[in-house]
């Protein structure tokens, strides 16, 4: 197996900000130069279809926080001490509406105990993504917020859908990739059962 080790030095420049509006936050976010770079590199890997090293170097992700769905608040802090997959989603995205199937089979059969799984709509109204989750129960086995105004989707550099990230358990940014197919990968599955 080929592995792409990404390091990078953290600086304190940011590349993307933005006042994040809503009632959910009244607080700037940041993404970092070195965390953009890691970003880009690992796509980059990804698509030459390599999988990073789990040793590579990683940037903290951004802080986030929304309420589930399902009433509960998700955070970076919530979900720290695992791994997790975030996935970012719209309901008109066609990818997104075959990726989201293939994600609940592997949540359900075949993803690593240590992993979370937590889905995040955006790009669309509140209204039409509950509907989507409602009319696709067999789909959302997993939490699935939404983000209003796109403000956890643009603190995360994120601007297609779908798109992939993993965080590790101290909730760096250790892998992103934008696009379908990536749920096929049999190097991407090895690398989640791998995360600690």
């Known amino acids: 197996m080929l592995n792409c080790v990404v390091t990078s ?15 959910h936050w009244n607080r700037r976010v940041t993404v970092t130069r070195g965390g953009f770079f890691v970003f880009v590199l690992v796509n980059l890997c990804l698509l030459l279809g390599v999988v990073p090293s789990t040793a590579a170097s990683s940037v903290s992700a951004p802080e986030f926080q929304l309420r589930g769905l399902d009433g509960h608040t998700y955070s970076k802090a919530s979900l720290q001490g695992r791994p997790t997959l975030l996935v970012f989603w719209a309901p008109w995205c066609r990818y997104c509406q075959m990726e989201l199937p293939i994600l609940a089979k592997f949540y359900q059969g075949n993803k690593p105990d240590q992993l979370q799984v937590f889905t995040i709509a955006f790009s669309d109204t509140q209204a039409h993504v509950e509907e989507y989750v409602t009319s696709n129960p067999d789909t959302f086995v997993f939490p699935t917020a939404y983000d209003q105004d796109n403000v956890v989707a ?4 994120v601007n297609a859908t779908p798109t992939f990230v993993v965080m ?3 909730g ?8 379908a197919g990536l749920n096929q990968n049999a190097q991407y599955r090895d690398f989640l059962k791998s995360l600690q």
């Open 9 to 23: 030095k953290k600086s304190t420049s940011m590349i993307s900000s933005g006042s994040l509006l809503g009632s």
């Open 172 to 179: 760096e940014l250790i892998l992103a990739h934008r696009g």
């Open 154 to 157: 643009q603190a995360f550099g």
């Open 168 to 170: 590790d358990a101290r």
